[in-house]
């Protein structure tokens, strides 16, 4: 079936690129050793500073988001080193399922795939290990496959309260630049993140932040590291050179994606994605049905994961809604196929653009053959309208 108008990509990333974006990154190619690169690097640079809100440089890798999670284990970690990870869902094993792959010896905390990571039983875990085995915690801040939010803040101040050294790192690839994020202040030591969620980019550039404590480690870390080691890419970066060839094309594009995301202001783009959250929610109680989190305090602002009810398979919904409506939704992952949706809402959207895909998984739902109320549009139209 062909198709009017926009195709809604309301999947939790790749999220949709801003036109103005689009065209920034429509250039032609430039000298990456000439001073046009060089300023343009110096100029993103800064820019994503910002955003991380760290006053360290930024390392920026033309790789996707996984790319800067192998990055954060070769450069701070040495072969056989423990680590603490938390399982909150997909990305979080896949992570350190990398670790093992690696030589590292990751524990995993268990999780339930429907609340965050629990600063208590990090705590507890990091208070046993009083020889101080664990060289690091990972934790993922925006669970992609469940939806759930972990408290950073809380998971920094169990680690110091355990008076334990480990390295806090962080991976924040669907959560920077939609939810509030702070490195520096958050006593972060390695933040990793990808281009094509929150910054609103196409996919294949990433990211690493660092503390000095990460730098440190980094100094002693003998894992082998060629094209990720943070010493060569730190010394180019500072002359606004890469050690090898750079991106160029998405780096524009970051460029436009950070003027946007200042025209706009940050609270507000973080007051904007909770507000869709929250309206997304609140549609999904209406309708009758169930969102994946079960942690008032852990709503992801950046998707909603809701649960199908007995008998019916998520897949063949999201199947009629691209048919019918052309708009894509997530699917469960790994365990959760067939179980859930996502609805993804980050990004370059408006609350009209949230309101016609709740409108388009309203009727998806009703043509499954799901007994809905169909108040669940307009419960999240009053929150829209009433913000
Ligand atoms: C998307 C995502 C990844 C994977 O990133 P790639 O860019 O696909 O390599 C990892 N972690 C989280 C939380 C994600 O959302």
């Given at each position: 079936m062909t198709h009017s108008?926009?195709?809604?990509?309301?999947?939790?990333?790749?999220s949709n690129v801003p036109d103005s974006v689009l065209r920034a990154m429509s250039m032609p190619t430039i000298d990456h050793r000439g001073p046009e690169f060089q300023a343009l690097l110096s100029q993103v640079l800064a820019g994503v500073a910002d955003i991380f809100r760290t006053s360290n440089q930024v390392i920026i890798y033309p790789a996707t988001g996984t790319g800067a999670w192998e990055a954060a284990l070769v450069n701070t970690l040495s072969p056989g080193d423990e680590i603490l990870c938390y399982e909150t869902g997909h990305f979080s094993s896949l992570w350190k399922a990398m670790a093992e792959k690696w030589g590292l010896k990751p524990t995993m905390i268990e999780g339930?795939?429907?609340?965050?990571?629990d600063p208590e039983k990090i705590s507890a875990a990091l208070a046993e290990d009083t020889a101080h085995r664990f060289k690091a915690v990972c934790v993922v801040h925006n669970e992609t496959s469940t939806g759930v939010t972990s408290r950073i803040p809380e998971i920094r101040r169990s680690i110091d309260a355990a008076g334990h050294p480990a390295l806090l790192m962080v991976d924040t690839i669907s959560s920077l630049g939609s939810v509030d994020y702070r490195h520096d202040e958050w006593g972060v030591d390695v933040t990793v993140s990808g281009?094509?969620?929150?910054?609103m980019l196409p996919p294949g550039m990433s990211f690493n932040a660092v503390s000095d404590k990460a730098l440190d480690a980094h100094e002693r870390s003998t894992l082998p590291k060629s094209f990720w080691n943070w010493t060569e890419m730190l010394a180019s970066g500072k002359n606004g050179q890469t050690p090898y060839t750079p991106n160029t094309n998405l780096l524009y594009g970051l460029k436009e994606a950070l003027r946007i995301l200042d025209e706009e202001g940050m609270d507000n783009v973080f007051a904007r994605h909770i507000r869709f959250g929250e309206a997304t929610r609140a549609a999904v109680d209406a309708w009758g049905l169930e969102v994946l989190c079960t942690n008032e305090n852990e709503h992801s602002p950046v998707l909603t994961a809701v649960l199908m009810p007995e008998g019916f398979d998520a897949d063949e919904l999201r199947r009629i809604i691209l048919e019918r409506f052309n708009m894509s939704l997530g699917a469960g992952l790994s365990k959760l196929k067939g179980k859930i949706f996502r609805i993804g809402h980050l990004g370059d959207l408006s609350d009209l653009t949230l309101a016609g895909t709740l409108s388009g998984v309203q009727m998806g739902l009703q043509l499954a053959g799901i007994k809905v109320n169909p108040s669940g549009v307009e419960a999240a139209l009053d929150i829209l309208r009433d913000a």
């Open positions: 108008g926009r195709h809604f990509l309301q999947i939790p990333g790749p339930d795939w429907r609340t965050g990571a281009s094509q969620k929150g910054l």
